[in-house]
């Protein structure tokens, strides 16, 4: 596509529940990264992949959160007993390679905005 | 730990009028530097980056100035115009080959005609 696709823009969810969050990356694109943005904050990185492998998952906040990439192309956050604490926009970016970010910054999608209740 | 501070939340600035944005950073490995604009229910895009060996990056109407000893850079918008109008993040990485980046809080810029 032309641009990083995520769905759904909005969901939201019960305590406790599990959610799966969508990015399809733009075509050719192999590097795929994940961030969250709280409410006042700025994005905060989780994991990225380089082709179907995450390579740095440090980001992520403990092991309820899970992401996987498994053709390369489209990736899904998975969350688990999401808590209120989850509740964010999580933002998906792509680049054409790793380590072209200085160059020309990543390209994000819209966002996926979570809320728990 | 906040690495990356941006200290003001909002600036307004009148049409035609420098814009002046600044950020610090706390982590001296830090060596790329990066400023995003984001409009509402979008996601940030890429404005225009600075690497550490430079103290001055221009693109048309953006510049960006590093002060590496001050662990300040500022991003000045000139003209400012409406369409300006938006939230600018500050981020910063370790190497150009970096694979994250770490954001400041944003600064949400008010142009007014």
């Known amino acids: 596509g032309a641009g990083v696709s995520q769905t759904p823009s909005n969901k939201v969810t019960e305590k406790g529940k599990y959610v799966e969050l969508r990015c399809d990356p733009i075509?050719?694109?192999?590097?795929l990264y994940w961030y969250r943005q709280s409410l006042g904050q700025g994005p905060e990185f989780l994991i990225y992949?380089?082709?179907?492998?995450?390579?740095?998952d440090s980001g992520l906040p403990n092991d309820r959160f899970f992401a996987v990439r498994p053709e390369g192309s489209v990736s899904t956050l998975k969350i688990q007993r999401t808590e209120r604490g989850d509740s964010a926009v999580y933002l998906c970016?792509?680049?054409?390679?790793?380590?072209?970010?200085?160059?020309?910054?990543?390209?994000f999608g819209s966002g996926t905005r979570l809320t728990v209740v | 730990d906040q690495q990356v501070k941006q200290n003001s939340p909002s600036l307004s600035v009148q049409e035609g009028r420098i814009s002046i944005l600044n950020c610090d950073y706390t982590?001296?490995?830090?060596?790329?530097f990066l400023w995003y604009k984001k409009y509402p229910a979008e996601g940030p895009t890429f404005l225009i980056s600075?690497?550490?060996?430079?103290d001055k990056n221009e693109d048309g109407r953006f510049t960006v100035f590093l002060n590496k000893s001050a662990k300040h850079l500022s991003l000045h918008i000139v003209p400012s115009q409406p369409g300006d109008s938006a939230v600018y993040f500050c981020a910063a990485s370790r190497g150009a080959g970096a694979n994250n980046l770490f954001f400041g809080t944003g600064t949400r810029l008010t142009v007014i005609p």
């Open positions: 600075i690497s550490s060996i430079k």
């Open positions: 992949f380089q082709g179907t492998g995450a390579a740095d």
């Open positions: 075509s050719g694109h192999t590097a």
């Open positions: 970016a792509s680049s054409l390679e790793v380590g072209q970010i200085f160059n020309y910054g990543y390209t």
């Open positions: 982590n001296s490995m830090f060596d790329y």
